[in-house]
């Protein structure tokens, strides 16, 4: 082919961890004009009660959709972070229950976290087990013990101060929101200036060509996987602290929604794609359309449709636009 | 039926670039004709034109006697033309039998497969072809990639195609499979079939076509019969230069020992492998596929594990378990499957300048984003890599340049030694002589190189000694005062100089 260097860049995943530019101005524009149309349609929707409310809600799915976002860089999959979701919550309100301080419980969750991610990493790179099945195994027995640890039955009478976690409010946003970004901000960080963000993606593209680039994949597996579940497990914590209990049956699908929040972010399960920024977005505009459905009282049926087809709207696009630019 | 294919006036252009302008091309029935030009001469995008993959902006095209306007793959393969491309694309989980049937196994009614009917006649064929090592009912990622490649080029023959493209097809192969695939092309000639055939290899076109076009920049330069032409007004119509001084290279006197490898050992690969490299030589490693080359220079880079042996970097001994520590003790690593091995395609061709970079230049882990681009400019203004900018995607980049871009990469990481193997495989004649440009400087710097290629006008050219493998074993270490084509070819199949 003639010169092609000089063709336009493909879309999206030209550049290490840039953000699409077109695919996150285009998000963009629909987070304006749902926002805009929910404004004009619905006289609760502005309300600051109930856009405090939607923050809060998208706070957990965007969390956990970050860490997911990382493992789907890297071409893997993490179908194990809702069972880490339940599993958060109820150890750690076993634990204040107990009588444990929460400033030691919550620490501790957390490394439990990032522990059954780790888990997750061996299973994948030492013995191979791709990451479908790999975090479908966890994720069943994490789901197991949940039950166990809890008797199925929600934990509650938890302190006062866990509760207020949550429902805190700082300078009159949702300390849950301000979480979410804090977390962003670490992640971009992480993908757009340092060696592991670089390593995802170089892994995303190829192991091998990451291996003989003198790459270590153990370690950056686990991380990757690590983070994930860490991201998750820090969601469940966030979780249980809104509702004040440990709900055993908490998280789940709530995979299903971190993947859908990146793919519809420019992620691409073929690895070496998506961005922060693009993931944030995807994860706002699915709880935005559930929340102005319920509050133009729209059938939650109907909204499950209306999402599902958002998702392969959003990746049919990205998919025809990728081939037309291949086709020339 | 005169022609075949009559393609006349073919222009298409990409966004910012005229990749055929005015494009003739005829194909008539028993003839093998050649198509060369240097890369980015827009052989790939007329066969890609040809064969309805892309779109023509302009020109008409004839298929056997009629016009064809809105052209597809489908609609090429039932014309019964059929291409056979670089990359072999064939179900790898699948057997031979299956790939060469796929989608239309025989049945015995009912719709039942007959396997014993479509392995029978897979495996006749392939008798025919000369192919009777390949077992029809082998899957086919257990074959060698020679062999795979083989099976590609048997398949269209086996779905009886009367237009064949072949693009590229040697360069996997060793010379004795090169051998079958001249005699397969002799019989779809004989038979009154049209052959495209694009290659590198020059001699191939002298030795197995009889009329050659020569594209250049998107333009068509000249159509002739290769008896009234030579290997040198080729390479003078394909890019303005003549291929005397292509191999001809500074040497530069060889320094200390960089490298000292003793014994080197890794059953079943290869087996007591020994030999030295200087400071600024460049050290051949010649041997057919699957020879074991590769593996010894995994073995080297601590790819691939080692089972004894010494190895010796100036004078200390060295043991690595992955290639990390290889490239932090100033190994580069050049492998000959660039698209799996050595760059990441979809990323930018600044993260694949400093792919093997990062640890040094990421204090904390933090990367100096600044050094970054630094490096990525360097290399690029040093190389002349043609990119329009370092943060395009390097996939789309030409083959030349994104091996460029490899090189770079092991300079990036400041490379001693380099090992590379096969490095200008599908590189077109003009990247060829700027990446041999480079090595000259590298030597001159004091930079060793382990050059493994199967293509002999090369390593001769290049090498100041070659050491020969057969199935693993070390055959013996030519001096350049030594060098001959035929006794490196007996080495290199076993037999005694």
Known sequence: MA???????????????????????????????????LSLTSAVFPTPGNLSNLLRQTSINGIIALG??????????????????????????????????????????????????????????????????????????????????????????LPKEFGQIASGDIFGIPSMFIIWMALFLVTVFLLNYTQLGRNFFIIGSSKEVARLSGIRLRINMYTVYGLSSLYAALAGI?????????????GISYELDAIAAVVIGGGSLFG????????????????????????????????????????LIAVGIDQFRMRRAEKG | MAELIAARGISKAFPGVRALDQVDFVLRPGEVHALVGENGAGKSTLIKILMGVYRRDAGTLSIKGRDVHDFSPQAAQACGMAAVYQDISLARSLTVG???????????????????KAYEQCGRLLGELGLDDIDPRATLSSLSVAKQEMVAIAKPVFENADILVFDEPTALLASEETEILFSIIRRLRDEGKGIVYISHRLEEIFAICDSVTVLKDGRHVRTMPVSDTNPDELVRLMVGRSMEDMYTIRRSPPGEVALKVEGLTREPRFRDIGFDVHHGEIFGLFGLVGSGRTEIMRAIFGADPVERGEIRLDGRPVRFTHPSQAIAAGIGFMSEDRKNQSIALPLSVRTNINLANYPAISPFGVVNRTAEREAARTYIDRLAIKTPSDAVAIRNLSGGNQQKVVLGKNLASKSRILVCDEPTIGVDVGA??????????????????????????????????????????????????????????????????
């Open chain 1, 68 to 157: 997911m976002l990382m493992v789907i860089i890297t071409a893997g999959i993490d179908l194990s972070v809702g069972a880490v979701v339940a599993i958060a919550g109820i150890v750690n309100a076993l634990m204040l229950q107990a009588g444990v301080s929460m400033w030691v419980s919550i620490p501790l969750t957390l490394v439990i976290g990032a522990a059954i991610g780790v888990f997750n990493g061996i299973l994948i790179h030492e013995v191979s087990i791709t990451p479908f099945i790999a975090t479908l195994g966890t994720l069943t027995i994490v789901r197991g013990l949940v039950m166990i640890m809890s008797g199925a039955r929600m934990v509650a009478n």
């Open chain 1, 238 to 250: 966030l979780l249980s602290s809104r509702l004040s209990m440990g709900v055993p049956t908490a």
């Open chain 2, 432 to 497: 060829k002589s700027e990446i041999y440009k480079i090595f000259e400087k590298l030597t001159e710097e004091g930079v060793a190189i382990l050059l493994v290629s199967s293509y002999l006008p090369e390593i001769m050219g290049l090498a100041d000694r070659i050491l020969v493998i057969y199935e693993g074993r070390q055959m013996g270490i030519v001096e350049r005062s030594a060098f001959d084509e035929e006794r490196l070819v007996r080495l290199a199949s076993g037999l005694q100089a």
């Open chain 1, 272 to 311: 070496a794609a998506g961005s922060a920024i693009g993931a944030v977005l995807g994860a706002i505009i699915m709880q935005t359309i559930r929340n102005g459905g319920n509050l133009l009282g729209i059938d939650p049926f109907a909204l499950q449709v209306i999402i599902g087809a958002l998702i």
């Open chain 2, 98 to 116: 299956e790939n060469f049937f796929l989608g239309h196994m025989p049945t015995t009614g009912w719709g039942i497969v007959d396997w014993a």
């Open chain 1, 3 to 37: 010169n092609i260097m000089e063709t336009k860049p493909r879309q999206g995943i030209a550049v290490l961890g840039k953000y699409n530019i077109g695919t996150s101005a285009t998000l963009l524009a629909i987070v304006v004009v749902l926002f805009v149309f």
